[in-house]
Nanobody, 123 residues
Framework: VQLQASGGGLVQAGGSLRLSCVVS????????MNWFRQAPGKEREFVAG????????YYAGPVKGRFTISRINTKNMVYLQMNNLIPEDAAVYYC?????????????????WGKGTQVTVSS
């Protein structure tokens, strides 16, 4: 199973970016899909997750109301729309898939990871 994230870049504070992640080699519709991020010198942290059937969606507190996760199972795609970006959002963003029975916010529960995409926010 391969995950490929894209869409990162440099944006001014207050701006928007949309990250995309395509999954190949597995049964996308069976995976809970998630976004994590890691800033320099910090632990990898959960950002958002959406269950395989889109029935459940979780957001980390700092991004709630600004970020939206979505998925299109027929395209094997998951997206992260990021609005009103702030410098604290700057990090490498990773998409991850979880095959477990429930959506999880814990990185140890993730089964597959993509390479990250860099998001830089200038103040």
């Amino acid at each position: 199973v391969q995950l490929q994230a894209s869409g990162g870049g440099l944006v001014q504070a207050g701006g928007s970016l949309r990250l995309s992640c395509v999954v190949s080699g597995g049964t996308f519709s069976r995976y809970h899909m998630n976004w994590f991020r890691q800033a320099p010198g910090k632990e990898r942290e959960f950002v958002a997750g959406r269950s395989w059937n889109a029935a459940n969606t979780y957001y980390a507190g700092p991004v709630k109301g600004r970020f939206t996760i979505s998925r299109i199972n027929t395209k094997n795609m998951v997206y992260l729309q990021m609005n009103n970006l702030i410098p604290e959002d700057a990090a490498v963003y990773y998409c991850a898939a979880n095959r477990g029975p429930a959506l999880s916010t814990d990185y140890v529960d993730m089964d597959y990871w993509g390479k990250g995409t860099q998001v830089t926010v200038s103040s």
